[in-house]
């Protein structure tokens, strides 16, 4: 009997470790399937708040874009009509240095009606004159030197061509039927002139 039970115990030992063997595996599996779960749903966390960064930072990013688009608009708007302003009262500071010359030919004109000196007159009208021309050469307004030059279509218009008096005023300006001006270096008006052949 002894050797039955020692058998017995030996066989039901032998079934108690395959029994802890399988526990210890099953438990093995379940831990393993409880730690994938975990790392899944770790993994699902992980991507959900990585998501929520992101439309985070597409949300400011699309904020920051509207913002600029609207400061970019109002800066262009603010810029065409300052540049619809300069054009519009751009020559006012031009006509402003205009009104002491336009005094001027207003005391002159009453002058003539009351003297009977012609030479005041004449010198009066040439002091106009002057102050006139100054203020042009000061707005970069400068008088096209013709007669004697060489002819150049990019600063005079040949209105007549007559028979040059001297073979050396060939092709040269011989006189100035309308003076021409530039302004900056930059033909404003071409001089009109006579041309010897």
Known sequence: MSKM???GKKENSGKDERLNQEDATNLQHEQENASEETTQTD???DEQNELEELKKKYNE???SHLRLMAEFDNYRKRTLREKAD???NGGEAALKGLLPVVDDFERALQNIRNS???EAVKEGVELIYSKFMAYLSQQGVKAIEA???PFDTEMFEAVATIPAPEPELKGKILDCVQTG???NDRVLRHAKVVVGE
């Open 5 to 7: 039970n020692f058998n």
């Open 43 to 45: 993994n699902v966390t």
């Open 61 to 63: 990013l699309n904020d």
């Open 86 to 88: 300069l054009i519009k």
């Open 116 to 118: 009977e000196d012609v």
């Open 147 to 149: 007669i004697g030059q």
């Open 181 to 183: 001006y530039t302004l």
